[in-house]
């Protein structure tokens, strides 16, 4: 009888073990003074997916250009970076789905899916110039992998 309780916690932890998927748990800290309101509250994600998305992103650059033909040299800067930004964006969204492990994440295609502009929002203008006699703006931006992830986990964390 004994053997078999052993047996039975051995599968059980096995079988608790292999059940991890690629969920990202979210743990909130809240802090209370005396008379109850909230003086300090975190949340932190879970290491798993975020390990994954370091594994992918950490020591890459993504790229984005943008060029628009406009005699307005304002409205054709203000164009052509939207327009880098937006090809930035999609590159992210590409990457993140090219990497199933990560994309089957709900957590993570969540927030690829409704903010993936909001992922790129820590780009560097590389390049910005408006050449008058053709009259186009071209702005090229990149964004490295760290950054990324690091707004991943903020809004991971934010949901």
């Known amino acids: 009888m ?5 047996f039975a916690l051995l599968l059980m932890i096995l079988c608790l073990m292999g ?3 690629n969920e990202v748990y ?5 802090v209370y003074d005396r008379q109850g309101h909230v003086t300090d509250a975190r949340a932190d994600a879970d290491g798993q997916v975020i390990s994954e998305l370091r594994r992918q992103f950490q020591d890459s650059m993504l790229t ?3 060029s628009i033909r406009n005699s307005n040299e304002g409205l054709a800067r203000r164009a052509a970076t939207q ?4 090809e930035l964006a999609a590159k992210v969204e590409t990457e993140v789905r090219s990497n199933t492990r990560v994309y089957n994440n709900s957590d993570i295609r969540d927030v690829v899916e ?5 992922l790129v929002q820590n ?3 590389d390049y910005a110039g408006y050449e008058a006699d053709l009259e186009t703006y071209v702005v090229k931006v990149s964004l490295t992998g760290r950054r990324l992830v690091e707004e991943f986990e ?5 949901r």
């Open 2 to 6: 004994k053997m078999i309780g052993w």
């Open 19 to 21: 059940c991890g998927g």
């Open 26 to 30: 979210k743990t909130e800290h809240t």
């Open 64 to 66: 984005g250009q943008g």
């Open 83 to 86: 327009l880098a930004v937006s």
């Open 114 to 118: 409704t903010r993936v502009a909001a």
């Open 123 to 125: 780009y560097e203008i």
């Open 154 to 158: 903020r809004q991971l964390v934010r």
